[in-house]
């Protein structure tokens, strides 16, 4: 089943316990990928796997919290002890917390801040050394349109994180592409998710709520990565922009 340019490549995916990384797992190994999941909640993640396996589909998954390095290096070498290599890392995993600035929600911003760039960062730091080894690979990085357009007041530590993210993945690009490993940045507007749910400022969460009613399903975005793996290698995707046909920003 699937395509061939999809059919057994090993793709390594955080936060893939719920959302846009669930959802591109399935889609992926539909397709005849080899998936390795990822996240805090291993519950979920366990569920994910037996879903993708029962349907006929190879997964396997671990618990990793991407704000720690180490576990991330374990989420590379499990999926190089059971697949012998790693064809595409997603790094996927963020959290949003949407709140004006002058609440000085200190400890949001910096949750943010670590899980959403130096998570990214970490899993780019596990999965290089095996990609230089193979001389290939490719990186996905879920940015987002609020790292294009700045929201405020409400979205402005979110927003920089995924400016980072834009940055990050363009750097990635002109410092990888010579060593035959792609990267693409995908930059999705509102996606029904958990991910509204991490707001803890009321007058935001509404505004949340309010913008997520026109919000487009995850599987919008897994064929936006799906479409990304799916190029011959000397195609190299470097930005899908996605947005629901009824936003307006
Ligand atoms: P979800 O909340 O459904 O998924 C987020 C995933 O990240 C979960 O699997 C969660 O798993 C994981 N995660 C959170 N913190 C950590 C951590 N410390 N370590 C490991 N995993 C973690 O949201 P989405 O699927 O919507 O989000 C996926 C990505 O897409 C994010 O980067 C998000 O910023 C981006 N995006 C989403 C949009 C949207 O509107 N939904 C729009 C644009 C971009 P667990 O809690 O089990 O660890």
């Given at each position: 089943m699937g395509t061939s340019n999809i059919a057994d490549k090993v793709v390594v995916i955080t936060g893939a316990s719920s959302g846009i990384g669930e959802s591109t797992a399935k889609l992926l190994a539909r397709h005849g990928a080899k998936v390795v999941v990822g996240a805090r909640r291993k519950d979920r993640i366990d569920a994910v796997v037996k879903e993708i396996s029962g349907a006929g589909g190879k997964a396997i998954g671990f618990a990793v919290d991407v704000t720690k390095r180490a576990e991330l290096e374990a989420l590379i070498k499990g999926a190089v002890d059971s697949f012998g290599r790693v064809d595409v890392m997603v790094n996927n995993a963020g959290i949003m917390s949407i709140a004006p600035i002058k609440l000085l929600k200190v400890e949001e911003w910096d949750r943010q801040i670590d899980v959403n760039i130096k998570g990214v960062l970490y899993g780019v730091?596990?999965?290089?050394?095996?990609?230089?080894?193979?001389?290939?690979?490719?990186?996905?990085?879920?940015?987002?349109?609020?790292?294009?357009?700045?929201?405020?007041?409400?979205?402005?530590?979110?927003?920089?994180?995924?400016?980072?993210?834009?940055?990050?993945?363009?750097?990635?690009?002109?410092?990888?592409?010579?060593?035959?490993?792609?990267?693409t940045m995908i930059s999705p507007g509102a996606v029904a998710s958990e991910l509204q749910d991490g707001t803890s400022d009321q007058a935001s969460a509404t505004f949340v709520k309010e913008l997520y009613t026109i919000a487009m399903p995850t599987d919008s975005v897994a064929r936006a990565v799906l479409y990304a793996i799916e190029q011959p290698v000397d195609v190299e995707i470097d930005e899908v922009v996605l947005r629901p046909t009824l936003q307006d920003f």
């Open positions: 730091a596990a999965v290089l050394p095996q990609m230089r080894k193979q001389k290939s690979g490719h990186i996905i990085n879920l940015a987002s349109v609020f790292g294009i357009k700045v929201f405020a007041p409400g979205g402005t530590v979110y927003c920089a994180t995924k400016s980072a993210v834009r940055a990050l993945t363009e750097g990635l690009r002109v410092e990888l592409h010579a060593e035959n490993i792609r990267c």
